[in-house]
């Protein structure tokens, strides 16, 4: 009996909640003290928030068009597929389920596992655990069909930008509580390192992609995705520019570039350890979010893979009732366990986010071969085509350059995990013929 396809039962707010979701996990309540030590004043700091976010928001545009073009599940697997064949859809998808969405997962989760066991006063020996019933939960539910996912992860995003208002609102009403002026030189700070500084900025802000591999599920996608896509953006980019200047008005930029937990310490220095303790159950519940998008999203990869042969046939399936891949779903999270197990967060983040952004890079890169052969024109179109869609992706090739020279051993990881999956791709068109030659 034929699987039923999905359930169109996403709506444009569901969407834009998605994209929040999607990027706000860790990186806004850790990256911005890095950012700092880079810099040398806030408003240069703010300046590379902005243009970060600015940046990513053309990122959004171009995968707005693509999302308008094949608005269909599978995201940049699909767009991949098409334009540059079979081998290159397999290689994104196969990195994805090793490294990048599992990977992503894996990490965050166990930011969660940190948090709650510095909430409730546990050992940490228990932060694996956690991060692993963390996974089981996100993955559990997701099994009883988008409509409840979609419901829980606005849940999610909802107290996800609470807890990011409580920050900017005790930075606006506390300002001046540091030892320095929020926007302040810092005569101690490195200076002319700003392509350093905004490596952690643009980490901060990936994940915009998730929604383009749930577009299967999404009402009138052709008009949703790209409203949601830029409504959530701009968001986030107001709400990482506002929590920064929070940062900066009660600790000063001195004080965010010697922080290593610059929220905790924004909320402690103004209400004490309850503070801490409330700003700590926020970033929890902001990771469970980016968990629950990222194992979504990658689970829709995994089950278009199936259905074109380059993964196991099982996995293609989709729950007759609820109308969501739950093998795949529980394929992926399953590999992210044992990542949480095997690796630490410094790796597994280092992984992740090397292979998240040379994944956008040739993902962007299929545009341009959508322009010249495809003359349909879709109901959305990139701006400014094709300057912006260029900055985009030699500024994303810049970054990924500059993350290899910085990390060079998860960059040789990651590669390595590519060309390995050549010879898989080989063994697997000879077994099954379903696979086109």
């Not at 701006?383 to 350059?401: C, H, K, R, S, W």
Request: proline residues 4%; aromatic residues 10%.
């Amino acid at each position: 009996m034929e699987s039923p396809g999905y359930a169109r039962r996403i709506n444009l707010m569901d969407a834009a909640l998605i994209v929040v979701g999607g990027i706000i996990g860790g990186g806004i309540f850790l990256n911005p003290g890095i950012a700092a030590q880079r810099t040398s004043s806030g408003w240069v700091l703010l300046g590379l928030w902005v243009a970060g976010g600015l940046l990513t928001l053309v990122g959004c545009l171009c995968y707005a068009e693509l999302g308008a073009r094949r608005p269909q599940a599978g995201g940049s697997y699909v767009y991949l597929r098409e334009a540059f064949g079979k081998l290159a859809g397999f290689l994104f998808g196969w990195t994805m389920l090793l490294v990048i969405y599992s990977g992503s997962s894996a990490a965050v989760a166990t930011i969660f596992g940190s948090y709650a066991t510095s909430v409730f006063g546990l050992s940490p020996s228990l932060v694996k655990p956690l991060a692993v019933g963390a996974l089981v939960f996100v993955t559990g539910i997701n099994l009883f069909g988008i409509r409840l996912g979609a419901q829980i992860q606005n849940v999610f995003a909802i107290l996800k930008l609470a807890a990011i208002a409580v920050l900017v609102v005790t930075g606006l009403a506390f300002a001046g509580a540091g030892t320095t002026q929020a926007m302040a030189a810092n005569p101690t700070s490195v200076t002319g390192d700003l392509a350093g500084a905004l490596l952690p900025v643009l980490f901060a802000f990936s994940g915009f992609s998730y929604l383009n591999n749930l577009a299967g599920e999404v009402r009138d996608p052709q008009r949703t995705l790209p409203r949601a896509l830029v409504l959530g953006m701009l968001i986030v980019i107001a709400a990482y520019v506002l929590t920064n200047y929070a940062y900066l008005a009660v600790l000063g930029h001195d004080g965010l570039a010697t922080s290593q937990a610059p929220a905790a310490d924004v909320m402690s220095r103004v209400f004490g350890a309850a503070g801490a303790k409330v700003i700590a159950i926020g970033i929890a519940v902001s990771t469970l979010g980016f968990c629950n998008i990222t194992l979504v999203a990658g689970a829709r990869v995994l089950q278009v893979m199936g259905e074109d042969g380059l993964f196991f046939a099982s996995v293609a399936r989709l729950h007759p009732k609820h109308r969501t891949p739950n093998i795949a779903l529980a394929a992926l999270s399953g590999w992210a366990i044992v990542l949480v197990l095997l690796a630490n967060y410094g790796q597994l983040l280092d992984f992740a986010a090397f292979g998240d952004w040379a994944a956008y890079a040739v993902t962007i890169a299929t545009l341009f071969w959508y322009r010249r052969h495809v003359q349909e024109r879709p109901s959305f179109v990139t701006p400014a085509y094709p300057l912006l869609p260029l900055l985009f992706l030699a500024t994303v090739i810049g970054v990924v350059v500059a993350y290899s020279l910085s990390k060079p051993l998860s960059a040789a990881v990651v590669c390595a995990v590519v060309v390995a999956g050549l010879p898989v791709y080989a063994v697997w068109r000879r077994l099954f013929s379903k696979v086109a030659r």
